[in-house]
């Protein structure tokens, strides 16, 4: 079934033909800098589609799982975040990702997962860009001050699956906030340079860069690293390390 989110009409329709027993909902502007530059797109995108997608589900008992950011927080912090932080969003893209997290919350069968770094298959993202440069004999700018904790999809998805179990056991307690990301933390360059570790390759092809030399139009927190305290407590488990979901990504045909 395809559905235009923008749409409140038609995503109203497509729910209820579809008597959905969970939505997880990730769809989202996530160009940090289209964002910045194009306010009233990632208003429409990330805060008017989630709403509308909550609007239809005002009947229902389906769970809501509403997939955010980490960059809902400034980095002032630096240590990881834990559920209880307060979100201090410093882009338009954080703050309309916040907005959306605030209408989940207010859902009462809603589930709010923060990711940090995502990396896996099918869609372009930070490890596959370091992995094409070095197959490509090229260099890359690469953070050296922004620290995150990398997470990979599938991983992502695993836990996200329970959360959506979890919940159809009927938990009580109304919505709540879950970080889901792989285990640990590191700069954006420690990434590269593992990437390119693990697949033979020289440092060099990873070039050091600071956030502000690249000028670009959002800004982004210097820290963002998760604790998934909630985790646990909820699937029984944290995810494995990230470097430990890296190697099994780079270990995946292509």
Same mark, same amino acid.
């Given at each position: 079934?395809?559905?235009?989110?923008?749409?409140?009409?038609?995503?109203?329709?497509?729910?209820?033909?579809?008597?959905?027993?969970?939505?997880?909902?990730?769809?989202?502007?996530?160009?940090?800098?289209?964002?910045?530059?194009?306010?009233?797109?990632?208003?429409?995108?990330?805060?008017?589609?989630?709403?509308?997608?909550?609007?239809?589900?005002? +009947?229902?008992?389906? +769970?809501?799982?509403?997939?955010?950011?980490?960059?809902?927080?400034?980095?002032?912090?630096?240590?990881?975040?834990?559920?209880?932080?307060?979100?201090?969003?410093?882009?338009?893209?954080?703050?309309?990702?916040?907005?959306?997290?605030?209408?989940?919350?207010?859902?009462?069968?809603?589930?709010?997962?923060?990711?940090?770094?995502?990396?896996?298959?099918?869609?372009?993202?930070?490890?596959?860009?370091?992995?094409?440069?070095?197959?490509?004999?090229?260099?890359?700018?690469?953070?050296?001050?922004?620290?995150?904790?990398? +997470?990979?999809?599938?991983?992502?998805?695993?836990?996200?699956?329970?959360?959506?179990?979890?919940?159809?056991?009927?938990?009580?307690?109304?919505?709540?906030?879950?970080?889901?990301?792989?285990?640990?933390?590191?700069?954006?360059?420690?990434?590269?340079?593992?990437?390119?570790?693990?697949?033979?390759?020289?440092?060099?092809?990873?070039?050091?860069?600071?956030?502000?030399?690249?000028?670009?139009?959002?800004?982004?927190?210097?820290?963002?690293?998760?604790?998934?305290?909630?985790?646990?407590?909820?699937?029984?488990?944290?995810?494995?390390?990230?470097?430990?979901?890296?190697?099994?990504?780079?270990?995946?045909?292509?």
């Amino acid at each position: 079934m395809v559905c235009d989110l923008l749409d409140a009409a038609a995503t109203a329709r497509a729910i209820d033909e579809a008597q959905p027993e969970a939505v997880i909902h990730s769809q989202a502007l996530s160009d940090v800098d289209r964002c910045e530059l194009e306010p009233d797109v990632a208003q429409r995108m990330n805060v008017e589609a989630t709403a509308h997608v909550i609007r239809a589900l005002a +009947t229902s008992a389906a +769970t809501f799982v509403y997939v955010s950011t980490d960059y809902v927080f400034d980095g002032a912090k630096r240590s990881p975040y834990v559920e209880a932080d307060q979100p201090n969003p410093l882009s338009v893209y954080a703050r309309s990702k916040w907005e959306g997290e605030q209408a989940a919350l207010a859902y009462p069968s809603g589930i709010v997962v923060r990711p940090s770094t995502l990396f896996g298959p099918v869609r372009m993202n930070f490890c596959d860009a370091v992995v094409q440069a070095a197959k490509q004999g090229r260099t890359i700018e690469v953070f050296s001050d922004q620290t995150t904790s990398p +997470t990979y999809t599938e991983d992502c998805a695993e836990a996200i699956e329970a959360l959506v179990r979890w919940k159809a056991g009927g938990p009580t307690g109304g919505a709540r906030i879950v970080h889901v990301a792989n285990t640990g933390a590191c700069s954006r360059l420690t990434l590269a340079y593992r990437i390119l570790e693990l697949l033979g390759a020289s440092r060099e092809v990873a070039r050091p860069v600071r956030m502000a030399d690249q000028r670009r139009p959002a800004p982004r927190p210097p820290y963002s690293a998760l604790e998934t305290t909630e985790l646990p407590t909820v699937i029984g488990r944290r995810l494995r390390s990230w470097d430990d979901a890296l190697q099994a990504y780079l270990r995946q045909p292509r």
